[in-house]
């Protein structure tokens, strides 16, 4: 049963920097594609990617802010997290799939079968 769990997440003032991590018991990241997405209301939105080869895609939003990585070793991945806004607020996800999507689908969410439980992140201005 692949389970991911999220954690990091946290209220900070605008500017300040966090990292989420997703740990998953179950699944095997290596080889695999897996992502963060954010939910504000009901729009879900794909944050950044690995891909195929392990390539990143980031979203035009959080480029240059935000930095996807994963630990192959310890199975967990990472979403770090810089110079937060008071728009970064929302549910954050992690979400991953046996496959590695393509580098246009990386950041759509009917992409991934797993799915982390979310976990909260507040900016304040």
């Known amino acids: 049963q692949v389970q991911l769990v999220e954690s990091g997440g946290g209220s900070l003032q605008a500017g300040g920097d966090l990292r989420l991590s997703c740990a998953a018991s179950?699944?095997?990241?290596?080889?695999?594609?897996m992502g963060w997405f954010r939910q504000v209301v009901t729009k879900c939105e794909g944050l950044a990617g690995i891909?195929?080869?392990?390539?990143?895609r980031d979203h035009e939003s959080v480029k240059g802010r935000f930095t996807i990585s994963k630990d192959n070793a310890k199975n967990i991945m990472y979403l770090q997290m810089n110079s937060l806004k008071p728009e970064d607020t929302g549910l954050y996800y992690c979400a991953a799939d046996c496959a590695y999507p393509s580098f246009s689908a990386v950041l759509d969410p009917h992409e991934y079968n797993y799915w982390g439980q979310g976990i909260y992140v507040i900016v304040s201005s």
């Open positions: 891909f195929s080869y392990d390539n990143t």
């Open positions: 179950g699944y095997t990241y290596g080889g695999s594609g």
